[in-house]
């Protein structure tokens, strides 16, 4: 394990020791719009570290809350830092099993139904409950961006400044917020975007 003292303990965006500030460790399915999309993220008082699905393709939630048992294995952690699981519903049936293990590591959850799209689609409208695969959500969202979504290519400015949007759309579907996810169309990544920006 690496031990990190309290005036030098933090990890910057290439997981490297960094001086201030917690941090938020993030896992994700995907592995590259939910990277670019946590990179646009850059607060001051948080640093991020996202650990996406490698060359390996390793996509599946038990490999995604694999990586964050990796990280914190080798890194020290303060109290106040944090480690999120970032899914889809969309096509595990071990999800189940993984967010127990998530929640009983002290892990928290961000898991979106069916995909990590809908997240983006709540910067622009309010996802209709129709959304049922990630493709219809995809459709969706390449619509509502006029024609422009390009999930290996995101533009910051369709996303960055229509958060507080995005949030409150979010929690608007979010009719049962206590559970691991939301059952119908709708996400739960505004939680870490809300405790990246509260930083």
């Given at each position: 394990m690496v031990k990190i003292s309290r005036t030098n303990r933090k990890v910057d965006y290439r997981g490297e020791p960094s001086p201030r500030g917690r941090f938020i460790v993030i896992a994700t399915?995907?592995?590259?719009?939910?990277?670019?999309?946590f990179e646009?993220?850059?607060?001051?008082?948080?640093?991020?570290?996202?650990?996406?699905t490698g060359e390996?393709?390793?996509s599946s939630p038990e490999y995604v809350v694999e990586r964050l048992n990796n990280y914190k294995k080798k890194f020290e952690l303060r109290a106040d830092d944090e480690l999120w699981l970032v899914v889809d519903v969309d096509r595990w049936k071990c999800l189940p099993a993984v967010a127990d293990e998530a929640l009983r590591k002290k892990y928290k959850l961000a898991i979106s139904n069916p995909c990590f799209e809908?997240?983006?689609?709540?910067?622009?409208?309010i996802p209709s409950q129709e959304l049922k695969s990630c493709d219809d959500v995809k459709v969706a969202l390449r619509k509502a961006l006029g024609g422009s979504y390009n999930g290996s290519n995101l533009n910051s400015a369709d996303f960055i400044e229509s958060i507080d949007q995005a949030t409150q759309t979010a929690q608007q579907l979010d009719t049962s917020p206590k559970n691991r996810w939301p059952v119908?169309?709708?996400?739960?990544?505004?939680?870490?975007?809300?405790?990246?920006?509260?930083?």
């Open positions: 399915e995907g592995r590259v719009t939910e990277k670019q999309y646009f993220l850059r607060y001051t008082n948080v640093r991020l570290v996202v650990l996406p390996d393709n390793c809908v997240w983006l689609l709540c910067h622009r409208q119908d169309t709708g996400t739960h990544v505004y939680k870490v975007v809300q405790s990246i920006r509260a930083s």
